[in-house]
């Protein structure tokens, strides 16, 4: 037996607070969202008894399948790319999307949550890597452009920032991409002083610690928690 979700949970905290700890940051200014998609409802149940409370999925249809299994005080996050005509099923499940990489899809998600009374929470996903299998807005000033749009629509409310990191093990090309994630939110805030940019969500299971030292308020880790995923 290796080790178990609640040692893995309590490990994540520990790593968490270490990486804090030595950018003089508190571990309470960072918000773990536990990424669940491929994971079974049975496990994502597991986690929430470990005290998760907050998950994110990358598929639709995998969402909209597992979210009425669980709990009802979770806060979904849909991480993955989005495409337009899967925006009507988000508000069955999303609190937050973390992937608007076009004004489009923002305007599509406003109206659907708007019609219903409702509010998501939007960051701008922005592919920091220049990997083109990234998806994301192509350059800080694009995303920029595309921010006051964004923020003057009513359904969505816009918090700040997303990225994936480089597919690499070199530190300084990881920390050179959440850097620059963190200047554009930076930049974010300067723009748009009336709202609340508030999240810089950087950060997964192998490079999270750098995220934390270069300023995320958010971190995704996935496989530190739940495992290697297989292939899909
Ligand atoms: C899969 C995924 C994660 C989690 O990845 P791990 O390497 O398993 O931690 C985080 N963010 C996004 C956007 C993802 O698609």
């Known amino acids: 037996m290796g080790m178990g979700l609640k040692d893995r949970v309590e490990e994540l905290y520990e790593r968490v607070e270490a990486a804090a700890a030595r950018c003089g940051r508190s571990a309470e200014e960072i918000a773990v969202v536990a990424v669940s998609k491929t994971v079974a409802a049975e496990r994502v149940r597991e986690a929430y008894d470990c005290g998760l409370r907050v998950f994110g999925e990358s598929r639709v249809q995998e969402a909209v399948e597992k979210a009425p299994e669980l709990p009802k005080d979770i806060e979904w996050q849909f991480i993955g790319h989005l495409q337009s005509n899967k925006v009507k099923f988000l508000p069955q499940f999303a609190d937050w999307v973390q992937s608007v990489d076009r004004v489009e899809i923002a305007e599509k998600l406003a109206r659907r949550y708007h019609e219903l009374g409702r509010t998501v929470q939007v960051l ?28 003057a629509l009513d359904g969505v409310a816009l918090r700040g920032a997303m990225t994936i990191g480089p597919f690499t093990d070199n530190e300084s090309e990881i920390r050179t991409a959440f850097a620059v994630l963190r200047r554009f939110f ?20 192998n490079d999270f610690e750098y995220a934390i030292e270069e300023g995320a308020t958010m971190i995704r880790p996935g496989s530190v928690l739940f495992g290697p995923r297989s292939a899909r």
């Open 186 to 205: 930076e930049q974010l805030q300067t723009k748009l002083p009336d709202a609340r940019i508030d999240t810089l969500s950087m950060g997964m299971s």
């Open 124 to 151: 701008l996903e922005l592919n920091t890597s220049g990997e083109d299998s990234k998806h994301g807005f192509g350059s800080p000033q694009e995303a920029l452009d595309a921010a006051s749009q964004i923020a």
